[in-house]
């Protein structure tokens, strides 16, 4: 008799490309006399196949046994963190919002937090902010009482979205509701840290994925010529950056764009050339 055991991955990626993995099989020949096996099924949400095969003493045909189940969701991976896009018109800001990926289990929602700048969270991590267990916009911090910051310094949730909806980029601060949740016009000179909180729902227990910061400096933010020049991820291609800017065309300019809320926009770039 001899038992074998493979797997079979299917998820959707942080790219929000669905993936699939073939998880390397094990082969057991247990002894004998021997009725009890161990194995250890430590990977989350994935759905193994054991087949159990044997020969008789008769040497007679016997179909193999096999079962199939899927183990239960795990924390997914770490989250990273939005990415500022620019500034538009009508004072709000556009991120790009990750995904988190789904290897460990299926994201029921995404959860946008904002936190106003304050001298008493300043040196807060994303983990320390708790939402309430009933799913409410209610963001409890860990050894801050709420008396001790300003009701307009307090975290609070600006959206929700729900699974695979999550936008690629999101405007930050439009005064809209969905879900509930209300995304608050940003003031023009104070600062932010925002995180996405990505959350797996099982039956008993709620997983989420470690995330982390992005800082939202409005008053140190400006966005040229209506974002004519947008820079995506960190870098843009040569044809996209100003003519005077311009070293070669056949060069990719790595740049940084740095984005004011104001009346008159100007448009800042960090340059450095790589062939």
Not at 60 to 85: G, K, M, N, Q, R
Not at 241 to 253: A, E
């Amino acid at each position: 008799m001899h038992v074998s055991i493979n797997a079979v991955k299917e998820f959707v990626g942080a790219n929000g490309l669905t993936q699939r993995e073939l998880v390397p099989g094990n082969i057991v020949l247990p002894k004998r006399n021997e009725k009890n096996i161990d194995f250890n099924f430590n990977m989350g949400c994935t759905t193994y196949r054991v087949n159990v095969t044997a020969i008789s003493p008769d040497f007679s045909y016997h179909p193999p046994w096999s079962l199939h189940f899927t183990t239960e969701e795990a924390v997914p991976p770490d989250i990273a963190p939005p990415i500022l896009y620019g500034v538009t018109e009508s004072g709000t800001i556009m991120v790009v919002l990750p995904r988190a990926s789904e290897i460990f289990g299926p994201v029921s929602q995404y959860l946008l937090v904002v936190v106003p700048e304050s001298w008493t969270t300043a040196n807060l991590s994303a983990d320390d902010y708790h939402l309430s267990d009933n799913g409410g916009d209610i963001v409890r911090i860990s050894n801050i009482a709420p008396h001790a910051l300003h009701p307009e310094d307090w975290p609070y949730v600006a959206v929700k979205f729900l699974g695979q909806d999550i936008p690629y980029i999101f405007n930050l601060g439009d005064n809209a509701s969905s879900y509930g949740y209300f995304n608050r016009q940003l003031q023009k000179h104070k600062r932010y840290r925002i995180f996405l909180r990505a959350r797996i729902d099982r039956i008993v227990t709620r997983y989420y994925a470690n995330q982390n910061s992005t800082f939202l400096a409005l008053r140190d933010c400006r966005c040229a010529h209506h974002l004519r020049h947008p820079c995506l991820l960190g870098t843009c291609l040569a044809r996209d950056v100003p003519n005077d800017l311009k070293p070669m065309k056949s060069k990719v300019i790595a740049c940084r764009i740095h984005f004011q809320l104001d009346r008159a926009p100007k448009l800042k770039y960090d340059i450095s050339t790589t062939n």
